[in-house]
């Protein structure tokens, strides 16, 4: 009967863990609200933080953040029209896991610049 449990305890928790990596597994997903979280809010900002990220992907990660209940956007229609974005409370749900991975990623390439250095 413990194999039992532990199998659905591990297929319950492996159903989470692509729930969560359907809402935040994105390439640029983390690295938006990384961006967001730093204080950049306008569009042209977050892309020129961003190395890499097209407008085009960008304000697709910018819509799913929005859908998900992360971003709020804030259009000021003034000459220039400017669009801004707010980081909402639930973003805040993601302060462990994004300090976990920080922390776990700067550990890795400590890791694997050390194996380099080995090497030459």
């Known amino acids: 009967m413990k194999n039992v449990i532990s199998t659905e305890k591990c297929r319950n928790s492996i159903k989470a863990l692509e729930d969560a990596m359907y809402v935040i597994g994105g390439k640029w997903t983390l690295r938006v609200i990384l961006a967001l979280k730093d204080g950049h809010t306008r569009f042209n900002d977050l892309q020129r933080t961003i190395d890499g990220i097209s407008a085009k992907v960008l304000s697709g990660v910018l819509k799913d953040l929005e859908e998900n209940g992360f ?8 000459v220039p029209v400017v669009v801004e974005y707010e980081l909402l409370s639930y973003a805040d749900t993601l302060q462990d896991v994004l300090s976990a991975l920080v922390s776990w990623g700067e550990m890795h390439r400590q890791k694997v610049i050390k194996r380099q ?3 030459v």
Request: avoid cysteine.
């Open 117 to 119: 250095e080995e090497f």
């Open 71 to 78: 971003v709020k956007r804030k259009v000021d229609i003034g």
